[in-house]
């Protein structure tokens, strides 16, 4: 039967490989495991087959039918089963498919308490297995078996059991070896023919496979490792396998869905022909990529920057793509609340107003704050809505509409408080975005998280690269490994002057071999030897690259290196030479400044300060002017900027740029830019505001409204307000802090929660990075950005009417106070109506309007939804008058940006040349890298190189650069590309440093480290091999209070996800992390000598809200990536991770493990699942048995108390309270004080010489002098004594005081008994002086009014003129006065004459106003003028008055223009110009126009039923009244007679009056307003239930216009102002009043005479002025000359007393002040 196989197999072992999902192996006969997916056989006879002898295929069916029956029904005992492993594999495959040995694979027998029998199965399946291939049908009946629900558990459990309790006991390994082998070769052929068998079993062979390599490296033994080596080469080969298999799967999903293809071919357009900008086009065609080459050359420059231009304008727009075809797919679906790691939306975005900065034109974006989404997200950690993120705003839900935009502002209390942040738009959505109809939104947000603002600088840096001058093509492209010296030491004989420790130099000679030059070695320079190869490396050639693992002195080789740079190169040693001098400028290459560039900004400060030890501060330039060290504050580029001295050709431009800015701010107004919209946007507009409302019929509405309003104590100016039922008259944009009372804020800080400790989270890194590098403005720019908010401001508040006060009136006419709740709720609503979408349609506006030109009201009939619609489409129709206006500021403002940045690059560039030395981050040389291009700078050193994308070094390099050094490490943290995708299946991730490397470049790499000491960096020989300690980091002292220096502390406790962030957070480990951090202050360790390290900014949170200020502040928390380059003595690190399905996360990445273990100095304690990290991760496996056989390790942490050496052992949060309350262990601590008692407190170990300790025992001293014990406690300062006692004071009474009072301050407070002049006793104590006053109480008659009052007694001693005998009676006064209101003071004060009425006087005036002034005022002057309210006069243009009532007016300009109106544009048009009867004056003066007395000849249609055509009935050159016979005719004739009695006929004509908008026969309202104006009543309109004033009809205006003025009022005016221009109005004013008092016919008064009179009166007037003045500075100066000589005489007189030497100088002084005092 053996012969039947056609293939010979060997017993041989051999190398395990896989293939596809499962795992094939097919032996050759040298003994090697050869792969084969082959199952056929060759040549002689199957043990199927049907022939080949007589009866051999009957005999094979009836031996294969007869197997399983032989043995259905017995038990397998253990002989049967021995002899089963020595049969052959026919009869083993046989046997091993049979229902006996089904039963016991499920474990009936109790197999797994039987290792032996597992032994034997094993055996004899893996001898199944190696059966002819003819059997194939049995072997996969086999493994169907193997794989069933109860069988399955035998490969699954019982052998992993089996070997475990093997693997424990070793005690024989040659046995369980062969077990494992068996086991191994079974779980191979099972994978091979059942494709899902591999994810069954491979969680049991990972865990089988991690206990071998325990046991192997371990303990040590060796017979393990071979079989421990097979296992992982299979566990790593069926990953493998089943991960390509998966990417397959998922490729294309993966292609459709990110709409980005992977190839190899060359794309077809030239990368420079593509927009650097997103385009709508990029969301859906498929971008073609090629992957970014982790080793080997590129085929050209122009190769090279186009793989990596693709790859990385990818990596900003792919997410939006991405994010934005699932959220379509989600709406189409209608899948409910979407979600998407790739982007973030929102909802409800409205954009509110331009803004002027200085980068050029932004917009402020109102957020929905009412969603959950800005609810719940905590803006302070979050990295939503940050600085620089790109945004995609759409109207419809990303169909048509794209707008591109980045986020230019963001402060986080501002959004917080107001939901506001600042965008901008990219040029070419900037144009669409001035097209917009709907430019306010709501909008739909999605936001990329990417950072556009770097991409945008390096794409078109990369698009300007020439190839033919592209800097060290020869590495960076062609990776040549042969490295030649800078171009600036070629062909002379170029030698370096290297600094000596011990003083002095030695020299570096290019031309000969520097080995052979001995004095160049580690003890002359100070750094050891790798440092020295490295150091030599980065000065000798021109493409330089330094590895340097944690802590050994990378920043130190840096700073040397850059110093003998400095000294060489910078200080006339060669810049002389005359071939250095670069061809093409003339100018020395030297002589242009070095380039320091850094990843983070902590780095770059470190680095800068480094070179500030041996470079002057002038010869220092950090770009990026919001850096925090105060040792670069005067190397910022802003200073360098502005104390620089400018050449004449940019002074020049800059003085242009300063008189277009003034030109720009004179010509501009910004309040339809700004101002205009915010306010329309944030508060209810007044109806009197010109341009808002223009229909006519409901400005007349709301004008009588707000003058109703007026007397129920509200503004004028809030008639629609109260319309629109916003009852407080407080006005909503306003500059009044509405912040929380001093009570409130009282009542709240008793609730507040502790002030917990500061951290920097991702967000605020993120944010503070991209903040860092944005170049803050000089000082001619930061003051014409003052100057436009001032501007701005001053416009607002211009253009925001007073408000009457934020009150109302109640139905008694009492004042209600708002409380500033209500007013923030009311600006919230209010906000909220406004910003609703529902408005009119211009049809229903056009058909209220006609209503109300028969009847119909606004302001009472109109619905209060109604009103809203109405008042939005007034809203909508202001603010699309600004467009224009918009759009032309708009592009002013960028040319005035686009020229002040030119001019700063320029002047930048200057300063940058004159440096030595520049240093910026890679963001900041993204921004300046056209600035960079131009300084030229021919040496760039880049440290932390391994961080930063490949990209962002490239286009640093100018074409002048000549000395390229890199110095990082990339096996610490690597470049973060915004996608992940791009970052591991395309190799964006990968930096220029690590490529190097990767191509064989010669790099130069530090050995020795000076950072941790040898517990801690035995870990990192995992990643670097030969790594080496320093001597200094030796026998340093152990950690106090801890048994061991390093600990990793093992848990299983479940981490949290944080869904708002997208983070993780652990809360026992927070809790351990911070009772360990409390343990370690209590063993006097410094806060800020502990350093918090976590994975994840969730952990962050968590600690944060653990760990208050008081306790806690000086700790440092921070993430991984955060900390990078630093050091601390202590670190605490937590891992995060802990979950049933073994997700690791970052944990699992190298760089990031490298970085968090390699930060501490002294001590460092992790906690972690580290089950789950062995599983997950090789390194963190090898890691965690270096600690475990330390002795480092384990899920118990050991306390040492540092006085009684007592152990405590801590499992949990708690344990540390518990068993070392106060850092010590349980026992008291016992030791005697200074004051003799002992020291109750627990343990301690810090301040243990109770310095700081408070003794709360009895005092035992005695107080002095008395004798009597000290009630204080111990730590206490002694106090007065309290002990009470009774003594007798001079006035005789018996007093009780304390024992420490002095008799003489014992004050007696026994009762006067001494009686007043009145008879009453005195109510003061017995020594206090008797009163003057007597204050009892005494009822006496008023002789005024004759009320009994009760007055004190003092009050009745003086008897007034009436006979009263007490004077301040309060009893109210009743009378009526003479105005008709009622007197509202009191007895006392109306004594002689009535108190001034205070209430409003209420006439109507004749310009049509309700006085508002004081009763008494008017009573005092008899007279309500003149009326200072605002003017309710019309033009005929028509166009409001601007002025007071009193004053002349001065109507509002119609034109948008600047420059005013024409002569032509102010003439009145009122009048009749058909018959010559027209006004001949201009619009602000007196209309002399006779009205017409013709009948008009128009034919009207009916403006309501648009049906009938009629006649018009009105007069020539007046408004058509609406009398159309259907409609109108009956309704207005009717109340013509009912209301005037007026006689109408068919023939009457009829007058429309402008203001309240009534028709009325024209004959009877001629006579109505002669007959008024004569008796000097104001015209108002006739019916009763109006009563409107008729001021802004034309037919009346020389009535109604009359008495504008009185030429008193207007001489007053005159003499209170210093303006000509005002004095030539008032004056043509006064001649206009003068002239319209005269009688008609009136000879003798021309305009030469009115001009003298009003000169003569203005001068009289300013006379009497000027004497009412004088009289009041003499009177004051006679008062002080009194004053000063009383004081003159009085001090002779003392001097006269006291001795006969009297100064002479004395007289003379008193005769002068007396001759003062006389004249």
Known sequence: MERSSGVSRSRGRGHWRGRGTGVSRLRGGDGSHVLSNSDDSRGGSSYHGRGGGRGGGNRGDAHRRSGPTRSEDIKIGFRKLAEKVEANARDSILFATSPA???????????????????MMLKILKKSFEADPSLREYKEQLVAELLKEKQENFLKKICIERFADGLHSTHDIEKLSTSLENFLEIYYEVCLLDLFANKKLMKGLKNLTMMLKCKAYQDGIKQLEPICKKFSEVVETSDRREQEQKEVTERAERQKKSGRMLTEEKPDEDFRDISVYPQVKDLEVVSQIRKNKEAGAFESVHDYLDIQFRLLREDFISTLRNGIKDYRRNQNTNAGHFRSGDIKVYHGFHITTPNLRKDGLTYTVQINTNHRIFKRTNWESSKRLIYGSLLCLSLDDFIKSFLFATISERETEKLKKEGTIEVQFIPESQEVYDTLENKYGPFTVVESTAYFESYIHILKGMQNIEQSVFPFSRYIVSCDTNIAMPAYTKDISFEYQLDVVSGGRVQLKFDQDIESQSMICEETLGLNQSQLEAYISALTQEFAVIQGPP??????????????????????????????????????????????????????????????QFCDSDDVVRVGSRSKNEALEGCNLRAKRSNALRPTQLRHAYQDLYYRREEFLKENSLENLQNEIKIAESDIISHSYFGFIKEQIFYNQLDWHGQTIVQSGFSYYDSIKVWLGCDSTASLYSYEDVSPTPLEQSQSAENTEPELIDIEGEAERELH?????????????????????????????????????????????????????????????????????????????????SQCYHGYDITV??????????????????????????????????????????????????????????????????????????????????????????????????????????????????????????????????????????????????????????????????????????????????????????????????????????????????????????????????????????????????????????????????????????????????????????KLGFVKIENRVCVSLSRAKYGMYVFGNFDMFCRGSELWFKIIQDAKIAGEFGSTLSLTCMNHGKVAEVTAPQDFQAKSPAGGCKLTCGERLACGHFCERNCHFSDRRHEQYQCLKDCTRLLQPCGHSCPARCHSKCPPCKVKKIVELRCGHSKEVYCHEELLDIVCTEPCVHSLSCGHPCTRYCSQPCDTKCLAVVERMCSRCGEIKKVQCYTTTAVDRFGATFSKCDTKCTQMLPCGHTCIGNCYQCQEDHRPCEQKCGKNLPCGHVCDKKCSDCTKSNSCEPCMQPCLLLCSHPRKCLRKCFEECLFDKHTNNNKGDSEKDRKCKWGCKKHGKSCSGRCEMLCDHVPCYEECTRKLKCRKCKKITYECLGMCSEPCPNMCPACDRGAVVASARNYLKATVGSTTRWMFLRDCCHSLPVDYMDEYVERTFAAGNPILCPFQFCRRPVLNTARYAPQTRAKKTTPDVLIKLASSTTSLRRKEELQDAYITSRTNSLEPGTVGFSRKLLIREFERNLAEKLRQKAKLKDSDVNRESSESSSIRLQDTLQAAETEAIAGPEANVGDEANVIETWEDLVY
Not at 576 to 591: G, K, Q, W, Y
């Open 551 to 612: 802590g050994t002195g990378k920043t130190f080789v840096g700073l040397k290196i850059v110093k003998t740079l400095l000294d060489n190169l910078y200080t006339g040693h060669v810049v002389d030479i005359d071939f250095l001098i670069h061809a093409e400028t003339s100018i020395p290459v030297m002589r242009r400044p070095i380039l320091v560039v850094c990843y983070t900004n902590h780095a770059l400060d470190q680095f800068l300060e480094g070179i500030l």
């Open 769 to 849: 990075n991209r903040m860092l590098d944005v170049d803050e403005a000089d000082e001619e720019e930061a003051k014409f950005q003052a100057l436009l908010k001032q501007q701005q401001r001053s416009q607002t508040m211009a253009v925001t009417q007073p408000a009457a006060g934020k009150h109302l009136l109640d139905s008694e006419g009492f004042k209600v106070v708002m409380g500033k709740d209500a007013i923030r709720k009311l600006q919230a609503e209010i906000r909220k109506r406004i910003c609703d979408a529902d408005m009119m349609s211009e049809e229903e506006v056009r058909s209220l309007e």
């Open 101 to 119: 040995f089904s039963k016991l694979l499920a474990g009936e027998q109790d197999v797994e308490e039987k290792p032996e029998w597992i032994d």
């Open 861 to 1142: 009939d109109l619905e209060f939804h109604q009103r809203w619609r109405l008042y939005r489409f007034w809203l909508w129709r202001y603010k699309q008058t600004f467009t224009a206006e918009v759009s032309r500021v708009q592009r002013e403002y960028q040319k005035l940006c686009s020229l002040s940045t030119n001019l700063r690059q320029q002047e930048d560039i200057e300063v940058l040349k004159e440096a030595k030395v520049i240093g910026m981050t890679t963001t900041g040389a993204a921004r300046f890298q056209h600035v960079l291009q131009e300084v030229g700078a021919p040496i760039v050193i880049v440290e932390e190189a391994a961080e930063v994308l490949e990209a962002h070094i490239t286009t640093a390099l100018s074409t002048s650069c000549q000395h390229l050094i890199l110095i990082g490490d990339h096996k610490q943290l690597k470049p973060n590309p915004t996608v992940y995708e791009l970052a591991k299946k395309y190799h964006l991730d990968l930096s220029l440093f690590e490529r190097m490397v990767n191509n064989g470049l010669p790099v130069k790499t530090l050995e020795i480290q000076h950072r941790m000491r040898p517990e801690v960096s035995k870990f990192m020989r995992h990643i670097y091999d030969n790594l080496s300690d320093h001597s200094s980091v030796l026998n340093r002292k152990p950690i106090r209070g801890l048994s061991t220096p390093v600990y990793f502390f093992d848990h299983k406790q479940p981490e949290t996800a944080e869904e708002g962030i997208m983070s993780h957070s652990n809360e026992f480990e927070a809790n351990m992390v911070v009772e360990l951090t409390r343990y370690l202050i209590l063993q006097s360790y410094k806060p800020d000598d502990i350093t918090i390290i976590t994975m994840y900014t969730g952990q962050l949170l968590v600690l944060k809200r653990k760990m208050p200020r008081d306790v806690f502040g000086g700790v440092k928390i921070t993430s991984v990536d955060n900390f990078q380059g630093e050091e601390n003595k202590i670190i605490i690190l937590s891992l995060v991770r802990s979950n049933a399905e073994d």
